[in-house]
């Protein structure tokens, strides 16, 4: 299997209504619009589609929505991850995989495996997969770092396993995994903000949540560079820079529906334990925006 999440995918968020049920109306418009002004593949149903808010109807519903609506023209990555790897295991099993394209895979989260651990953890993962699996390290939420060293033994073990989604933070560790990676397993960036860092050294796309808001504007940066084109790139990079950390400043994916709702697309609804962005955050944000149309 190869890896076919290239350029820039979309982390896509949960439209809500007021009260409190998704918006599925808003959700076709939504992606109609990531797949108009310059989406690659969208990642549906993770961290930044609130899916851990979801019941699983609303999650078999919104990935017909959104199959129904792309039509096979862009790729569809669709989380399926978790901390019981037998649980995992049994939801792949189960799953109607029609229409879906790979599958994305979080480390296990909260009870923090040794290396090891994750190794066999996506080993069972990668033994019962029928799709390319793209795995997702993102320390800052799950508790535990998969090494540079853990991510190769299994990419050089599995060749379905096709790719990482990196949001470590670490540069040298994603350097370290680009230079020791086997050819047919690729970097993804998981972090908006070393999106423009990770593609020079390596990375082959992002997986985005600042893309909801302006797909047209982030995937420009991104084709900048993959055509060597990297100060005007940059340029673009610079733009975004507070933005990137206004974004997250008040939980994920507040910050993002908050420009959605500014800019008349969603309802700035999120369920809870999350809550939307502060007022202040939301002033900064819309000040930026402005800016950037100018």
């Given at each position: 299997m190869e890896n076919i999440f290239h350029g820039l995918g979309i982390a896509l968020i949960t439209p809500m209504k007021g009260d409190g049920e998704v918006d599925y109306d808003a959700l076709e418009k939504l992606v109609e619009y990531q797949i108009s002004n310059g989406a690659d593949f969208l990642c549906i149903l993770a961290t930044t589609g609130e899916a851990p808010c979801l019941t699983k109807e609303e999650k078999d519903k919104i990935t017909d929505v959104i199959k129904r609506v792309d039509n096979g023209r862009v790729p569809i990555l669709k989380y399926c991850g978790g901390n019981n790897t037998r649980a995992v295991v049994e939801e792949i099993n189960v799953t109607d995989w029609n229409g879906i394209d790979g599958i994305l895979s979080i480390c296990p989260y909260y009870n923090k495996p040794s290396q090891e651990g994750l190794y066999q953890h996506f080993k069972a993962i990668a033994k019962a997969s029928p799709l390319p699996v793209v795995m997702y390290n993102v320390p800052g939420r799950t508790g535990v770092n998969m090494k540079a060293a853990t991510t190769v033994r299994i990419a050089k073990d599995f060749p379905n396993v096709v790719a990482i989604k990196e949001a470590s933070g670490s540069l040298e560790q994603i350097d370290e995994i680009i230079k020791n990676k086997p050819s047919n397993f690729e970097v993804i960036s998981g972090d908006d903000a070393l999106t423009f860092?990770?593609?020079?050294?390596?990375?082959?796309?992002?997986?985005?949540?600042?893309?909801?808001?302006?797909?047209?504007?982030?995937?420009?940066?991104?084709?900048?560079?993959?055509?060597?084109?990297?100060?005007?790139?940059?340029?673009?990079?610079?733009?975004?820079?507070?933005?990137?950390?206004?974004?997250?400043?008040?939980?994920?994916?507040?910050?993002?529906?908050?420009?959605?709702?500014?800019?008349?697309?969603?309802?700035?609804?999120?369920?809870?334990?999350?809550?939307?962005?502060?007022?202040?955050?939301?002033?900064?944000?819309?000040?930026?925006?402005?800016?950037?149309?100018r």
């Open positions: 860092s990770m593609i020079a050294s390596g990375a082959v796309g992002v997986i985005s949540v600042i893309g909801n808001a302006l797909p047209k504007e982030f995937s420009r940066m991104i084709r900048l560079e993959f055509n060597n084109e990297y100060a005007a790139a940059l340029k673009i990079h610079h733009q975004f820079t507070e933005l990137y950390k206004l974004l997250f400043v008040d939980g994920n994916p507040a910050g993002v529906k908050s420009l959605l709702n500014d800019m008349g697309m969603i309802e700035n609804v999120l369920r809870l334990p999350l809550v939307p962005t502060r007022i202040e955050t939301k002033q900064k944000m819309d000040s930026i925006i402005k800016g950037l149309k």
